[in-house]
């Protein structure tokens, strides 16, 4: 230990395994430290916007094949307030039935039927 009196460059070297002993313990980026951004899991996200319908195809269950795209009324079911079409996984439509109603809202879109997304908010 005589030499950290020696050289100025072995007194910096030798700082520097004493930190590192020192940083596990004091454990900055320890799981339970403060977060700035909130995280996941924040205390009142729990609330659900839509609520859960039973998740079954419902051209599945009226034993629609096809989709007509004059069924305004059928299609507006599955079109958002901003004329988006609302993704499978919250309407539980199958995957063959959404894709001929997305090709029917978009053939009613083609004939204002129906908003194309965007447009109206
Ligand atoms: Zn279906």
């Known amino acids: 230990m005589a030499e950290e009196t020696k050289a100025p460059a072995a007194a910096t070297s030798e700082t520097r395994p004493a930190e590192r002993s020192e940083r596990p313990e004091r454990s900055d980026r320890g799981p339970r430290g403060p977060r700035p951004g909130g995280g996941p899991g924040g205390p009142r996200e729990g609330g659900r916007k839509y609520f859960r319908r039973k998740k079954v195809?419902?051209?599945?269950?009226?034993?629609?094949?096809?989709?007509?795209?004059?069924?305004?009324r059928l299609l507006a079911g599955f079109v958002a307030e901003s004329g988006k079409i609302v993704p499978r996984r919250l309407t539980g439509v199958c995957t063959p039935h959404q894709r001929r109603l997305s090709t029917a809202i978009k053939q009613a879109r083609n004939i204002a039927l129906l908003p194309f997304a965007g447009r109206a908010q």
Not at 57 to 72: G, L, Q, S, T
Request: hydrophobic share 40%; with cysteine.
């Open 57 to 72: 195809c419902k051209f599945c269950v009226e034993k629609i094949e096809a989709i007509n795209y004059k069924d305004v």
